[in-house]
């Protein structure tokens, strides 16, 4: 069954390691687009970080953003589905994050709030080119339901992170990660593959007609729920395991490969390799 719809994630996925989109990999999506297939972005990203990476592709279609808590149209701005979390659970994540004296942040309306400017809030400004606004206290008290919330922390801390929250707030959140640093705290209700299944629905087009590329464990869902789901060369082996073919890294342009063999029918370029699982 031909592929109709290709959702595909950007940070270490579409995005090479000097966070663009590779040259071939912007060429295939082009061809694919312009045989009628939609291609689609899916993220854990804001939907305004998002938006650039869309426009170069020249995208018409709703995004996947916030690990499948926002889908919103990139052009018209139309929000086709938004699941914050619950105010008062988010209210009780932030006063343990205080308690404990652990770094959080958290995004209402497609706004990054943080209570103060420090390295892990630089680092994240760098990668998001979004300017984050600074709110002190009141980070602890907010007054409405964030999309997100995101622990940064060096990966052995965010492994106790997860096993508190996690122990704390069991199926009132949904926890997952982009990055061995990032702990993402959404709506229980919410995940990537979710959110695809709703726009694949939305377009007409069946589970089998879906491919989703991806690399980390926050595209686990959609990987498993794509009829064909590809994990990148730079994914870790978990992430392999659970996908039906493994593509080149993203600084090979596996989404290109992946797209070329599967999407277009083409042979992959020399010297870079698709396995199947």
């Known amino acids: 069954m031909p592929i109709k719809l290709v959702a595909v994630d950007l940070d270490d996925t ?3 390691s000097k966070i663009a989109i590779g040259p071939r990999s912007l060429v295939a999506i082009r061809e694919a687009m312009a045989q009628g297939v939609v291609v689609t ?16 592709l020249e995208l018409d279609v709703p995004l996947i953003t916030y690990n499948g808590a926002l889908v919103k149209a990139s052009l018209s701005g139309t929000t086709y589905l938004h699941r914050p979390l619950d105010l008062a659970v988010a209210r009780e994540v932030l006063a343990l994050f205080k308690d404990r004296g652990w770094h959080i942040q958290a995004f209402v309306d497609d706004v990054l709030y943080v209570a103060e400017i420090n390295d892990k809030v630089l680092s994240y400004q760098r990668v ?7 709110i002190g206290k009141d980070l602890y008290r907010l007054t409405a339901p964030p999309t997100k919330l995101l622990a940064i ?4 801390e965010i492994k106790a992170i997860y096993k508190e929250v996690h122990a704390t707030f069991g199926d009132r959140l949904f926890l997952t990660a982009s990055k061995r640093y990032f702990l993402e705290m959404i709506n229980p209700d919410v995940n990537k593959g979710k959110a695809l299944a709703f726009l694949a629905a939305q377009l007409g087009i069946k589970r089998e007609e879906v491919m989703a590329v ?12 794509a009829g064909l789901g590809v994990a990148m060369g730079n994914a870790p082996d978990e992430v392999k395991a659970r996908a039906k073919a493994v ?4 600084d090979e342009d596996g989404v290109a490969e992946a797209i070329w063999r599967y999407v277009l029918g083409k042979e992959h370029k020399p ?6 699982n």
Do not use: H, W
Not at 247 to 250: I, L
Not at 271 to 276: E, L, P, S
């Open 14 to 16: 579409l995005l090479n």
């Open 41 to 56: 972005i899916a993220t854990g990203r804001m939907y305004r970080s998002t938006l650039p990476f869309a426009r170069q």
């Open 128 to 134: 998001a080119k979004v300017e984050p606004v600074v």
């Open 153 to 156: 922390a060096d990966p052995a």
């Open 214 to 225: 991806g690399d980390s464990y926050n595209d686990l869902e959609m990987i498993e729920y």
């Open 247 to 250: 593509t080149c890294s993203n």
């Open 271 to 276: 010297g870079n390799t698709i396995n199947f």
